[in-house]
């Protein structure tokens, strides 16, 4: 059998069987301090681990938002040089904040 048509079964099988998964869980439920302190216990190294990557990545990007002024500094007047350190910065600002934005979403969209 054809991969891109397995794949494309299995998508069409997880589409139909999302809303079912949905429509079983009481939205209007409400949390037991039992329940939320599970959960607290659980969420714990999680975001040990997703504090330890997000300082990680802003190191990281400090220092290809540093290569990137180099570079515009250093571009002259090749154009397409300077656009390519523009295009760097701008990935690494958007990259810094979608990863530092992400826990406030979450808490918003679930809260």
């Known amino acids: 059998m054809n991969k891109r048509l397995v794949v494309?079964?299995?998508?069409?099988?997880?589409?139909?069987?999302?809303?079912?998964?949905?429509?079983?869980?009481?939205?209007?439920?409400q949390i037991t301090p039992e329940d939320k302190a599970k959960f607290d216990e659980i969420l714990s190294p999680v975001?040990?681990?997703?504090?330890?990557?997000?300082?990680?990545?802003t190191a990281i990007a400090a220092i290809f938002l540093l290569l990137a002024g180099i570079t515009y500094m250093s571009s002259g007047s090749?154009?397409?040089?300077?656009?390519?350190?523009?295009?760097?910065?701008?990935?690494?600002?958007?990259?810094?904040?979608i990863i530092w934005a992400t826990p406030h979403l979450v808490n918003f969209f679930v809260a």
């Open 8 to 29: 494309l079964i299995d998508i069409l099988v997880i589409m139909l069987m999302l809303p079912m998964t949905v429509l079983a869980v009481d939205l209007q439920q």
């Open 47 to 57: 975001m040990k681990i997703y504090n330890l990557v997000k300082y990680s990545v």
């Open 78 to 97: 090749d154009i397409l040089k300077r656009e390519k350190a523009k295009n760097m910065a701008a990935y690494v600002v958007i990259g810094l904040a």
